[in-house]
């Protein structure tokens, strides 16, 4: 009831008891979102008018700092995109970089460079259902999930020495090859983390608490999402099967035999369901490429790339002019520019390189699926109840490195 | 990109049917597909992009542009573009000059580019005409300059700004600008 004019003598009654909208934010700092973002909220009683999304919390200029930098001195920076799997940032910039080159990595290389991004995207993966299931107050998943992930960073870590940060991948080629019995202790790690994530999986699918969370929240039609720019994950839970790996297929996606999981209704339900489905075929990627493993090089043999052998560069001449112009100056890519799309964890992950033929990148810029999911959230909730941003922000999975770069 | 080879695919071809004294360049460098548009019809052969059935380029999977400092005009904003539907991609460049760095928004056409604009707005200072809400996107309304610029050092320090260094009319801005954003309840 509210006074609408004090010059007229009646006061007009209404059924309703309606205020202005109430303005409150969410964030930067959330205990119920798993990434710095602000979020101004107008609230219609427990109805959402409108969001306003704020992100670059996490801004620190990272294509600045790229082109500063020689071409190999940007793959640490890549690490930092998404924490959450930072190998297949280290893949896709690297295989931008060779298709700037007009390079491509041995077989070998090849392999092993699919199996470090699949075992970033299970970490992703795990991290994401155990981080959104702590947020919807499940804790036992979260536990869960992290435990599963450490199995994962594990591999990391037997891979590169590193367990997050792991700058692994090097521009032709890798930093090294396969530790010895690495095969063995993949296989054994991802029993591991399957059986914990078997529990996960249990513990959460058929749960009526979390369906009713997850179940019909969030959703939005499939041409909008593609407005958006949307992919990864939540394109696909709305039923298009839009998947780098298989639409322009990269390394050796090609040659192995996964399956893309696609949802029907697009809810969060759905885009949880697509995650878990794909922890099952990333794990079947990893065994078939293990299986498969072929023998030879990793790296390119090309002294304008790779660093020759310490014996060589130590005893002839021409390793060692070749070594010391590639400590001294850098590899020189030719002028001109590429743009190279790899299926990131959360969707397409580019990478737009622009060189005008020196030792330091012109431009080094990264086309971020977090950016574009993030922005198409505000469609997701409007209208919908206050309590559903919770939900549908775990499933969007934003992550602030990648999205504020 | 030093041969410059003939270049034969059906989606150049399309295009340049469509807009031939717009399409002022094209080159396939590495694969991908790359055509410069003049930056007046950059909305028009967008949605001629988008619309067409043969192209169907249903997604704007980036937009950013390029400092090139020194040469005439100065900036190249760029698109890259995808079909869903059709499978193909496509790199659409336009040249921005440095004493008018604006170009009409593609945000009618794809919505996704909203944030995009914005952060070329943040980063370039490239105005997009015609876009609903063009406020920096990373950086504080404060900040001086547009960092991604090549004259743009990397170690310059940005003044910390307070109240007491703000004349009456910049608080009340300010202030107007915090209401407008925060809420009373702030």
Known sequence: MRDTDA?????????????????????????????????????????????????????????????SGEWSQAIPYTDRLNYASPMINNVGYCLAAEKLLGVTVPPRGQYIRTIASEISRLSDHFTCIGASAMELAAMTPFLYGVQAREHMWDLHEALCGARVTTNYVRIGGLQSDLPPGFADLCREKLRLALAIFADVDRLLTQNPIFRERMEGTGRLPAPDLIAYGVTGPLLRAAGVGYDVRKAEPYLVYDQIDFDVPVGTSGDNYDRYLVRVEEVRQSARIIEQCLANLPDGPVDVDDPRLRWPAKGKVFNRMEELIDQFKLVTEGMRPPAGEVYQAVEGANGELGFYLVSNGTGKPWKCRCRAPSFSNTHAMRDMVRGALLADIVPTFDMINMIGGECDR | MSTPEPIDHPVLTRLRERFADDVRSVHAWRGDLTAEVTAARIVDVCRFLRDDAELAFDFLSDLTAVDYLGSTPRFEVVYHLKSLTRGHRLRIKTRVSEDAPHLPSVVPVWRGADWLERETWDLYGIRFDGHPDLRRIYLYEEFEGHPLRKDYPKERRQPLVTRADLDEPQVQRQEERDRARYGRWH
């Open chain 1, 7 to 67: 010059g007229t003598k009646g006061f007009e009654v209404s059924d309703e008891l309606h205020g202005e909208p109430l303005e409150i934010q969410m964030g930067p700092s959330h205990p119920a979102t798993h990434g710095t973002v602000r979020i101004t909220l107008k609230l219609d009683g427990e109805r959402i008018v409108d969001a306003d999304i704020q992100v670059g919390y996490l801004h620190r200029g990272y294509e600045k700092e790229c082109e």
